[in-house]
């Protein structure tokens, strides 16, 4: 089925729809997965002391995300198909029942099996929003409402850590979840007051087989990435099968998508210049965050030494930076072009990524790792929201929810891959020095779970086997920062690939635009 939205049907001089309450719907709907992302990772520390598990904790993420990635193509594809409001109504509802589960865990293993459901939710909150505000705002004006839809980030990442800090640190993590349900209530009604869908109905096949291929091709993927080198080491059998499956399932995966009816990623998208690099740089993108996020806190607390509540609102100056830059954004690339602003942005994200690897020592007070938080926010607002205006600004309606989730596609899959490959590098560390500890710690020999004892209560922490803890976890975190480095050059490097001046592309079976 082929569908049109009222709002945008505005330039063709039809009744103008109330974009700004829509705005705000869409602003609260993103709100749910901000104030989720921005909660977790400041309450980490908290999770594992009740739930044990550090060294599964990077699930949390990677199974989130990896839901996430392999759903939000099928919501593009399905948007196309059903119209974006159904799309989106259902992964609300998916999210929240995956919010109050997770609150409700007893385990870290459920926990995470919880997480990869609100993962599901989030595939299509995430892109449908965006796609939303394609729909129904100019090419003008897209930039700066993008900005409002990443202002919620900010404004998440300022409220979101250092309430989840206060639950984390005086009540109990669990409640972090259940704020979700408040706000996606809100989102609920004022959508279906305000969006309004006229759909065409016709014949459609979802590409089910594609979806459950990718899934194990990306989940023996990760479990290889984080078990490698803790479980088993990376030359055994279990690594070597894992990989090799995971490689036969991707390659399978292609296969299927270029002979499926209805791809949930058609070839198309991976063979047109300006898609590939903007959804390699995506990728990127995607790495850089979620090392940020997941390891930022943990360093704060950890090593710095803080409690949960100012490690909170260290990360929350990274999402300051973004929104403030995300808004002048607009301005930028209308100015020059979207591939000069994103190849700032990137610079600027390297720049954030190298002050962590070299300005931020383990001595460091917490005004540095703010102040490289901020700097890495400025380069993300940049350089995302450059190349997502891109791709949605060459295609038609018709092809726009497809662009845009397999644009959130590859920054989800740069997620879940980049918090793998960066988990996989702490746990190494901290398994090798836990493995080789002084005999006089008592600590030879011990699991990665003895990281904990660097976070101590309320960050105050005593005695030899604390203070080798801490080093220890420092030297993991600052390999994960270095690592980090490397992420944003390749995401720079693919920049370069973009077209200096965008043009609409052409398809000889685009229907005609709707009057």
């Known amino acids: 089925m082929v569908t049109t939205t009222q709002p945008s049907q505005v330039g063709a001089g039809r009744v103008r729809p109330r974009r700004g309450p829509i705005l705000v719907a869409l602003m609260l709907s993103m709100g749910i997965a901000a104030l989720d992302a921005t909660i977790v990772a400041t309450a980490i520390p908290q999770i594992v002391g009740n739930l044990g598990g550090y060294s599964r904790y990077p699930w949390l993420f990677s199974i989130y995300l990896l839901t996430q990635a392999v759903s939000v193509p099928i919501y593009g594809r399905l948007s196309d198909l059903f119209g974006r409001k159904p799309v989106l109504f259902f992964g609300i509802g998916v999210f929240l029942g995956g919010s109050v589960l997770c609150g409700a865990a007893w385990s870290m293993t459920s926990l995470i099996i919880f997480r990869g459901i609100q993962g599901i939710g989030a595939g299509a909150i995430i892109p449908m929003t965006t796609t939303i505000v394609g729909d129904i705002y100019t090419l003008e004006e897209r930039g700066k409402i993008q900005g409002y839809i990443s202002s919620v ?54 590409d089910y087989e594609g979806a459950v291929v990718l899934t194990l091709g990306l989940s023996m993927l990760i479990l290889g990435l984080l078990e490698g080198g803790v479980g088993w080491a990376w030359g055994s059998g279990q690594s070597i099968g894992l990989f090799a499956g995971a490689a036969v399932l991707l390659g399978l995966f292609v296969y299927i998508e270029r002979h499926a009816v209805e791809p949930m990623l058609p070839p198309w998208v991976f063979s047109r210049r300006i898609l590939v690099a903007a959804n390699i740089a995506a990728t990127a993108i995607g790495a850089v965050l979620i090392g ?224």
Request: charged share 10%; aromatic share 10%.
């Open 153 to 206: 980030w900010g404004m998440a990442s300022v409220v979101g850590p250092a309430l989840g800090g206060v639950l984390a640190q005086y009540a109990s993590w669990r409640w972090i979840f259940y704020l979700n349900i408040p706000v996606g209530v809100a989102a609920v009604v004022m959508l279906q007051r305000y969006l309004r869908e006229d759909v065409v109905r016709r014949r459609h096949r979802i």
């Open 292 to 515: 940020l996020t997941s390891f930022v806190p943990s360093y704060a607390q950890g090593v710095v030494g803080v409690g949960a509540v100012l490690a909170g609102f260290a990360m929350a100056a990274m999402s300051v930076g973004w929104p403030l830059a995300s808004s002048q954004a607009s301005k930028l690339y209308l100015r020059i072009d979207f591939r000069d602003t994103a190849i700032i942005g990137n610079v600027i994200m390297i720049v954030g990524c190298l002050l962590f690897a070299v300005y931020v020592h383990e001595n460091s007070g917490l005004g540095r790792v703010a102040l490289a938080s901020f700097v890495t926010g400025v380069g993300l607002g940049f350089v995302s929201i450059a190349i997502l205006v891109a791709v949605q600004s060459v295609v038609g309606w018709n092809r726009r929810g497809v662009v845009t989730g397999a644009n959130m596609f590859t920054r989800s899959l740069g997620s879940a891959v980049g918090v793998a490959i960066f988990g996989s590098i702490a746990n190494t560390t901290l398994a090798s020095r836990f493995r080789h500890a002084p005999a006089g710690l008592g600590l030879s020999g011990h699991s990665i779970d003895t990281a904990r004892l660097a976070f101590g209560q309320h960050g105050h922490r005593s005695g030899a086997a604390a203070s080798y803890a801490r080093h220890s976890l420092y030297l993991a975190s600052h390999r994960v920062f270095w690592a980090l480095v490397v992420a944003a050059v390749i995401g720079l490097v693919t920049q370069f690939l973009l077209p200096r001046r965008v043009r609409p592309l052409v398809f000889p079976d685009d229907p005609p635009a709707p009057a």
